[in-house]
């Protein structure tokens, strides 16, 4: 199973929020408007000091229904403390072999991240047909997303990074996206705080 079965999780989840925590008390007040907007999953991106903690509150927070995932991934020691708290899938910026590696031996759905046609073709060489389009907005966007529809026929992406409440549909209809990652659901949170 091609990643992990990540398509089946992408494709179930058009939109995955991807949010930034900064302090602890953020995490359940934010999954229950989450959930309250009929998201089942969250990825938290390991960009603060607290951010494994705030996974293991999310994953004693939420049921199976609820998917709970982590971003920003970069080195083998956070695969193996993610594998500890029950994590669902991991998403990394960009594709560094020995991580997918060690992610392919746990059996958990991964996304590795590509920006170039050269990634695309690497990741292709390794058995993965699944990617993350990041950072989309700079990468080319909608644009180099519908060239590497004819280049890449077999390839889904998830793009993510200046995906927004206004162009995400645009980007969902296209025939080589299953989902998007929306940074803009945190904000729209944030603003009724």
């Known amino acids: 199973m091609s990643q992990n079965n990540i398509r089946t999780l992408l494709r ?13 008390k953020e995490v359940i007040p934010l999954l229950d408007y989450l959930k309250e907007h009929h998201f089942n999953s969250i990825e938290i991106t390991l960009r603060t000091d607290c951010a494994m903690d705030a996974i293991r509150l999310a994953k004693e927070h939420c049921d199976d229904s ?16 993610l594998l500890d708290l029950g994590i669902d899938f ?46 989309a907005h700079i990468a080319g966007g909608m644009e180099a997303l519908k060239t590497y529809s004819q280049v890449f026929p077999k390839v889904k992406f998830c793009p993510t990074g200046g995906i927004s409440v206004e162009n995400h549909k645009d980007f969902l209809a296209l025939d080589n996206v299953l989902s998007v990652g929306g940074s803009w659901v945190q904000k729209k949170f944030n603003n009724k705080l």
Do not use: C, Y
């Not at 179930?12 to 602890?24: A, C, E, F, R």
């Not at 292709?124 to 389009?133: H, I």
């Open 66 to 81: 609820f998917l709970v995932g982590a971003g920003s991934v970069i080195k083998t020691e956070q695969i193996k403390e």
């Open 12 to 24: 179930d989840n058009p939109i995955v929020p991807v949010v930034k925590i900064d302090h602890l």
């Open 90 to 135: 991991i998403v990394l910026p960009g594709m560094q072999k020995d991580l997918i590696e060690v992610l392919e031996e746990m059996k958990i759905p991964f996304l590795p991240g590509v920006m170039t046609p050269s990634e695309i073709m690497e990741a292709l060489r390794m058995g993965w047909d699944t990617l993350k389009f990041f950072p």
